[in-house]
T-cell receptor, first 115, second 115 residues
Framework: AQSVTQLGSHVSVSEGALVLLRCNYS??????LFWYVQYPNQGLQLLLK??????LVKGINGFEAEFKKSETSFHLTKPSAHMSDAAEYFC?????????????FGGGTRVLVKP | DGGITQSPKYLFRKEGQNVTLSCEQN?????MYWYRQDPGQGLRLIYY???????QKGDIAEGYSVSREKKESFPLTVTSAQKNPTAFYLC??????????????FGSGTQLSVL
């Protein structure tokens, strides 16, 4: 069975500061990993996706994430926060082609950006 | 513009009543999904369909039903058997049968509340 843990349900950062959102996963096979962003009262949008190519994945809006197999982590970062980054972020894992393949989401981290 | 349309945006259910949430997509996607979102719990999969006239239960299918008579449409019925229906419901789609390894496109959601 696969699972995702996002450390911290809320994160507060100052505008211009580093954004770091933590995600740890468990998977019995090499995983596919995703970060999605949700703005208030909207659906989710894909930020980036890892599929066993480069371990450092660059996404939209200046976000990137690094896959670390030894740490079973896929943390999301952005060097400089912008007010528009205020949203909820979800990490998700898929077991790829394994039988019963499904996408499992973490509990989400809500980001507040202070001016 | 291509996308996923969910309606209504807000829906209220009376005790013992069945209600149906609409989801329509014009992306020509084969696969469609319904997720339930509760605060702090991320998204949980209710039902998914990878092709017309076929669908599978997700992790929390009890108290819900779906149909997939047309490629573009995947309505979700919340039945009276669902005792805790208050949640934000998200419909999603993906290009093909790879499903959970592919990018999901989300609608804007329906907030269901119990009167």
């Amino acid at each position: 069975a696969q699972s995702v843990t996002q450390l911290g349900s809320h994160v507060s950062v100052s505008e211009g500061a580093l954004v770091l959102l933590r995600c740890n996963y468990s998977s019995s096979v090499p995983p596919y990993l995703f970060w999605y962003v949700q703005y208030p009262n909207q659906g989710l949008q894909l930020l980036l996706k890892y599929t066993s190519a480069a371990t450092l994945v660059k996404g939209i809006n200046g976000f990137e994430a690094e896959f670390k197999k030894s740490e079973t982590s896929f943390h999301l970062t952005k060097p400089s926060a912008h007010m528009s980054d205020a949203a909820e972020y979800f990490c998700a894992v898929s077991d790829g082609q394994a039988a019963g393949n499904k996408l499992t989401f973490g509990g989400g981290t809500r980001v507040l950006v202070k001016p | 513009d291509g996308g996923i349309t969910q309606s209504p945006k807000y829906l209220f259910r009376k005790e013992g009543q069945n209600v149906t949430l609409s989801c329509e997509q014009n992306l020509n996607h084969d696969a469609m999904y319904w997720y339930r979102q509760d605060p702090g719990q991320g998204l949980r999969l209710i039902y998914y369909s990878q092709i017309v006239n076929d669908f599978q239960k997700g992790d929390i299918a009890e108290g819900y039903s779906v149909s997939r008579e047309k490629k573009e449409s995947f309505p979700l019925t919340v039945t009276s058997a669902q005792k805790n229906p208050t949640a934000f419901y998200l419909c999603a789609s993906s290009i093909d049968l790879a499903g959970f390894n592919e990018k999901l496109f989300f609608g804007s959601g329906t907030q269901l509340s119990v009167l």
